[in-house]
């Protein structure tokens, strides 16, 4: 079974769960170590920033997180959020809150 020291080991792309939100820009993957979707290709990083834990996708293979799930960030820990990354046709880049709330509340 996986551990936050495991996890915690493991270099990781730079998120802020404080901070991200709509404009964060684009997240390159950098070890990416699990198969989420059983595909047969790895597709997803897992890190421990802060107190928070998180898990980002890449489901088209380009290298960039399209979907970031973090859980256990802000003040009272518990909250999670999920995004999603577009990229429009002018070119813009940015991440859509897809769900989110706090866990067992």
Known sequence: MISTVDLSEMPGPEIDPDTFGADSGAVRLTDVAFDIDGDGVLDTQTLEVDDALVVATDTDGD???????????????????????????DGRERWECTDGGTLGG
């Open 63 to 89: 290298g960039s997180a399209d979907h970031i799930v973090i859980v256990g960030s802000g003040v009272d820990g518990g909250e999670y959020s999920a995004w999603e990354f577009h990229r429009d046709a």
